[in-house]
């Protein structure tokens, strides 16, 4: 017996969190039965789960991808407003079930690990695990160091104080950031707390991947070694 929210990430339906969500909106069916409990279990050997009447399987292939994102994409599965999205960059030939793992906003750019795999998607931005993030930034108005050491103390922001951040002013107005949290545009929000406008931001690491030999817009599939450390480091 498992959790209904690990069997629908198993699955490939979404992530753990998002599973959640499914559960709490009654979208979830056991043996035709609507379980709203997120402490609910079920046996995928035994039990017929449904998630908007469609039943579920568990021996989907796991898919990890690497995804180098130009500006002008929304890191979302569909998006209401029309706009293009991340999945819009993988082409028509590719059918597979994937999601991206956390998110760069409309105007930002750079790596973004994109999969079918909730269990690992969960590690990834649960803040317990502290994975680092790191970003290149271009910022407008006058960058001093007293105020990048705000920044690396930790700022208050609306949603509460930032955890440290690592950060090396490597031109007169370009930045690198690393930081382990994943907030909503939180690399934004914290240069605007210190009266800094970010032009331009591109995320050029996570955890250990880079973006090394990969075009704007394109993508690749992560390599069986590449897999295993995050595992490795993180379930």
């Known amino acids: 017996m498992e959790r209904l929210q690990k069997l629908i990430a198993r699955a490939g339906i979404c992530s753990r969190r998002e599973a959640e969500k499914i559960i709490s909106a009654g979208r979830v069916t056991v043996d035709g039965k609507i379980f709203r409990e997120l402490g609910a279990k079920a046996d995928p050997t035994k039990n017929k789960i449904r998630v908007d009447g469609k039943l579920l399987h568990f021996g989907a292939e796991k898919i990890y991808l690497l995804l180098n994102k130009p ?6 599965v569909k998006d209401e407003r029309g706009r293009k999205t991340v999945l819009d960059l993988l082409g028509e030939n590719f059918s597979e ?16 690990i994109l999969t079918n795999d909730g269990d690992l998607t969960n590690a990834l931005i649960h803040p317990r695990f502290e994975v680092s993030k790191t970003y290149r930034a271009k910022i407008s108005g006058d960058v001093t160091e007293e105020k990048l050491d705000k920044l690396r103390a930790g700022i208050e922001l609306d949603d509460g104080l930032t955890a440290p951040a690592e950060i090396f002013l490597l031109e007169k107005n370009l930045v690198e950031v690393t930081i382990h949290e994943g907030r909503n545009r939180q690399v934004r929000r914290m240069f605007a707390a210190v009266g800094l406008d970010v032009k331009r931001l591109r995320r050029i690491k996570f955890s250990f991947l880079t973006l090394d030999g990969l075009k704007v817009g394109a993508f690749r599939k992560l390599t069986a070694e590449e897999i295993s450390r995050l595992k490795g480091e993180l379930l």
Do not use: A, H
């Open 71 to 76: 500006r002008g994409f929304v890191s979302t």
């Open 97 to 112: 079930r994937v999601w991206p793992v956390g998110r760069l906003d409309l105007n930002s750019e750079g790596l973004l």
